[in-house]
């Protein structure tokens, strides 16, 4: 399905919670990215790893946590600090740009505070 | 830094009609330049990129440095068309560079 998988499609957070979003990928590639999409804003860059146990800070970083324990995968924490948590949050992945490879993207996961 | 501007939020044609959603961009060195669409329900994918200089379903794009501008066009809308369009730009020529985003363009089509 795309080579690349987010779960849960849909989740719900009380106040205070922490959650983890999870994003797999089988297709290879070096370098995952967190966006966060919010309408009228268009896709923001949250956190992103260009190898394993590395990553960097993207645009709107506050307020989350990310690991890159192994290459396939980049799970995403957002932390009881994230003052406004609800949004659609997609993950991606590139292989080596000079293969001319794009970014893939999963379908999305969709996180609702209660 | 890097930047893309997308300046219009919605953007409605008729069926047949040429379509141009704008992309405007900001960066120092040699960007990357992409178009990326999602249709209702469906995730976000590539639709072609400035370096393969190719098109995809009708649409053609083109890079002109002097106007820091990549925009979408299409001579004759169609009906499915209809989607989010988002233009992207990342920076070369590291691995893993990251994509910005512009805000995105909704176009419909209208019969």
């Known amino acids: 399905d795309g080579g690349i998988t987010q779960s849960p499609k849909y989740l719900f957070r009380k106040e205070g919670q922490n959650v983890t979003l999870s994003c797999e990928q089988n297709?290879?590639?070096?370098?995952m990215y967190w966006y966060r999409q919010d309408p009228g804003q268009g896709l923001r860059l949250i956190y992103y790893?260009?190898?394993?146990?590395?990553?960097q800070k993207g645009d709107i970083a506050e307020g989350y946590s990310v690991s890159r324990e192994k290459k396939e995968s980049f799970p995403l924490t957002v932390t009881s600090a994230q003052k406004n948590p609800t949004a659609f949050y997609l993950c991606a992945s590139r292989g080596a740009p000079q293969a001319n490879y794009g970014y893939t993207f999963g379908s999305g996961t969709r996180l609702t505070v209660v | 830094a890097q930047r893309v501007t997308q300046p219009e939020k919605l953007l409605s044609v008729f069926k047949g009609a040429p379509v141009e959603l704008k992309c405007n961009y900001s960066y120092s060195g040699s960007p990357e330049l992409f178009w990326y669409v999602q249709y209702s329900r469906q995730r976000l994918q590539l639709l072609l990129r400035?370096?393969s200089r190719e098109s995809i379903k009708g649409f053609t794009a083109d890079l002109n440095k002097g106007e820091t501008s990549f925009h979408l066009k299409k001579p004759f809308a169609q009906e499915e068309d209809s989607a989010m369009y988002y233009c992207?730009?990342?920076?070369?020529?590291?691995?893993?560079?990251?994509?910005?985003f512009g805000e995105g363009t909704q176009l419909t089509v209208n019969p």
């Open positions: 992207a730009l990342s920076g070369r020529p590291t691995s893993g560079s990251r994509l910005t």
């Open positions: 790893s260009q190898i394993v146990n590395d990553f």
């Open positions: 400035h370096i």
């Open positions: 297709l290879n590639h070096d370098a």
